[in-house]
């Protein structure tokens, strides 16, 4: 299937940063054939399907770096707690409770909210097998799936059983292009040494790279002293964790030397601003992570924490408190945070052939809709997409050249069925 996306306004890549000019899209199958100044269209091309782009935006899918599926269930029922108390007191409880049933519909919910707002792959970590890769796997999202995996010693039966639903995932949607698997350590106060290298030596056998919460409270930071004598980052750098390439969520709270070990070692930061405010845990220390060559991607972190999957509003929310934090207006540019969103997170998530929009990248294209109030007047569209978009001007949504979204009807998925399920299976769980 060719699609021909005519005249629209496209986000480029230029040298470091991006700029806005307006072509045509030539979509071959799945990847950007070519991409050229109106009426430059390539010799023998012949669109199946032509996108009208006047008054449009073009811009590489969204990209987020952390989240948990699942958890959007949870959305607007665990607020204003304290980090610790909202996942051991409030989250956890209500996990316990979770059926298959529940996880693949507050997936779907996740995979619904993501495409409105123009994600195209993200980077999931969850609680089960099979339920929440099932309803991913349906939705048409690139996403890299990783089960949460907590563990005492190399022979906990409930740490090797979530090893063993990693593997069984990979054995059951291995084939699917748009899916990839990695091991997905909860975090180093949910895990002890033995059971962390088990995972790792499990990593190495299967070829998987590792997806880990680090350094997100203060409370992790001071237990990790008082029981390693270190800080979270050195404690899992002595033992060889980011030899694997790893995407570390948070990343809060880090000294000088921890910033100087994740970019010396190529670990990739997911930033998730919302939630590290939202659960008290405070500001991470961007400017001088990016400044020290951390490469840093965006996350939303679950429903439970944000209360949205909606990177736009993160990608607010990342310009203006470090901003605001550091009393440093361009602490952080509209840019910077574009490219976090994109071709940071496609690198995190090891995705070579997206993240931006260049003649033979997959054709994983969000097309907005510029004429709404919040993209006019057109002064600078990369301005928009960082401050003043929310979102909802997401119009369509093409992955690998199949759009998954058009005109905001999104085909393959009942909207109103997965409000449903997912109302009935909160009364159920918190009713
Ligand atoms: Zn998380």
Redesign the pocket.
């Known amino acids: 299937m060719n699609t021909l996306i005519k005249e629209i306004t496209a986000v480029l890549p230029d040298g470091d940063g991006y700029k806005t000019e307006l072509c045509d899209i030539f979509v071959t199958g799945d990847t950007i054939a070519k991409i050229a100044k109106p009426s430059n269209a390539p010799e023998k091309y012949n669109a199946d399907k032509v996108i009208d782009g006047g008054g449009k935006l073009a811009m590489p899918g969204l990209i987020n770096a952390?989240?948990?599926s699942y958890m959007s269930l949870f959305r607007n029922s665990a607020d204003d707690l304290m980090f610790h108390d909202w996942l051991f007191g409030r989250i956890m409880p209500m996990e316990d409770k979770l059926v298959w049933n529940d996880l693949y519909w507050g997936t779907q919910l996740a995979c619904l909210e993501m495409i409105k707002t123009g994600t195209t792959a993200f980077l999931d970590?969850n609680i089960c097998r099979d339920a929440v890769t099932k309803a991913i796997s349906e939705s048409g999202l690139k996403a890299v799936i990783t089960r949460g995996l907590v563990g005492n010693g190399k022979n906990d039966p409930g740490g090797l059983e979530r090893i063993e639903d990693t593997l069984y995932d990979l054995r059951t949607y291995g084939e699917n292009r748009r899916l990839a698997f990695a091991m997905g350590p909860h975090a180093i106060y949910t895990t002890d040494r033995e059971y962390l290298e088990l995972v790792m030596d499990k990593a190495a056998e299967h070829g998987l790279w590792i997806n880990v919460?680090l350094s997100?409270s203060v409370k992790e930071i001071e237990d990790c002293y008082k029981e390693h004598g270190c800080s979270p980052v050195e404690y899992l750098d002595g033992m060889g964790m980011f030899d694997f390439h790893t995407v570390a969520?948070?990343c809060v709270q880090l000294s000088d030397n921890d910033i100087n070990i994740l970019a010396k070692k190529n670990v990739y930061a997911a930033s998730?601003p919302i939630?590290n405010a939202k659960l008290g845990n405070g500001f991470a220390r961007i400017p001088d992570m990016l400044n020290a060559g951390v490469k840093t991607a965006l996350?939303t972190?679950?429903a439970a924490?944000n209360n949205t999957l909606n990177m736009f509003s993160d990608m607010t929310f990342m310009a203006l408190c470090h901003k605001g934090n550091t009393r440093t207006a361009d602490a952080v540019t509209a840019r910077q945070i574009l490219k976090m969103a994109t071709e940071t997170g496609a690198e995190a998530l090891g995705l070579t052939n997206t993240g931006a929009l260049k003649e033979g990248m997959r054709a994983d294209i969000a097309i907005l809709d510029m004429n709404v109030p919040s993209f006019q007047p057109i002064n600078d569209p990369i301005a928009a997409l960082c401050y003043s978009a929310n979102g909802s001007e997401v119009e369509s949504l093409m992955i690998d050249g199949e759009l998954l979204m058009e005109n905001r009807i999104i085909p393959h998925m009942d909207e109103e069925k997965i409000y449903y399920e997912c109302n009935k299976a909160m009364e159920r769980i918190d009713g």
């Open positions: 952390h989240t948990h970590m919460h997100e969520a948070h998730c939630s996350g972190d679950s924490s």
